[in-house]
């Protein structure tokens, strides 16, 4: 079930898109409240037009939003944005000048409309 | 005010696009918590860069979201994602040798401070 | 912290992007709950394949997310839907005959488990 989503600018060039996505599953995937590494869906979204603030500086982000179902304690929550931190910044471009944002975030999913199953 | 976002992995070729969003409209639009049809906007997204679990294996997706204002019912919730699901049961490609797994999710809206208007 | 998402369908022609983009940040950021303007992260995601409703219309939209860690006061996040609206309103283009929906909503996002850092 967990739904994984990484932005990130298109001015943070040469980000290892495969080598993200590998790596931010494996780091997800062993964590203790995620039962099966397959269930772990992870997009990649390269942002083509964005604005950072009003000053005018060369900005870029990283921002993952994890979606799990309701119930993970909030400790659970916080190791899942920690690994998802670790595992960005460990692999984010710094190009020369520009000031790149990372963050992360974990939404509660309502569990009892959701539907899932496999085809 | 729905709004209903349908992401599917690229791999799922032939994937109906017209013919997915005609059906799910369709079939949303007719549930008597969807008062007025024209409010329901729908968009498709195509998944060009994905990581499913982290076993090498040939998996796809198929993952729809629908933004409600709150204040539905449990049980209108989960008929809303039973009936997206039934349309996209039906609709899915499933091409030989992938594991395809489809969900559904309710994302309840904030009611008070929601802004709506028609140009 | 604040994340937005401007979503617009693709059939509203000439609409002003950069325009867009500088004309929310600016009215964003000068809110009083938003301490830090560099912290802004503004998106526009062009959207082609959608569907809004069942009739056979000619329909498009304009949609903003804006995420804010919680504890914002309903009042503030009214005002917030309010002045992205505003600026929506101001700048979309409104093609002859066809129907256009603008819609803001705000989405509160979980603090302890939000994870932010600048690399």
Redo the contacts between chains.
């Keep these: 079930?967990p739904?994984l989503t990484i932005?990130y600018t298109d001015n943070l060039a040469g980000f290892p898109?495969a080598e993200v996505?590998?790596a931010v599953?494996?780091a997800v995937?062993s964590h203790p409240q995620i039962p099966?590494?397959?269930?772990?869906?992870?997009?990649?979204?390269?942002?083509s037009?964005?604005?950072?603030?009003?000053?005018p500086?060369n900005?870029a982000?990283i921002?993952a939003q994890l979606?799990l179902l309701s119930g993970r304690s909030?400790e659970a929550?916080?190791e899942?944005?920690?690994r998802?931190?670790d595992v960005l910044?460990r692999l984010?471009p710094?190009p020369e000048g520009v000031?790149?944002?990372?963050?992360?975030?974990?939404?509660?999913?309502?569990r009892?409309?959701?539907?899932?199953?496999?085809?």
Aim: positive net charge.
């Design positions: 079930m739904h932005e898109e996505l590998q599953n494996a995937a099966e590494e397959a269930d772990l869906k992870t997009r990649l979204v390269r942002v037009r964005f604005e950072i603030g009003t000053a500086a900005r982000f921002h979606r909030p929550k916080k899942l944005t920690t998802i931190a910044r984010a710094r000031l790149v944002q990372l963050s992360a975030e974990i939404v509660d999913m309502d009892p409309s959701y539907s899932k199953e496999r085809l």
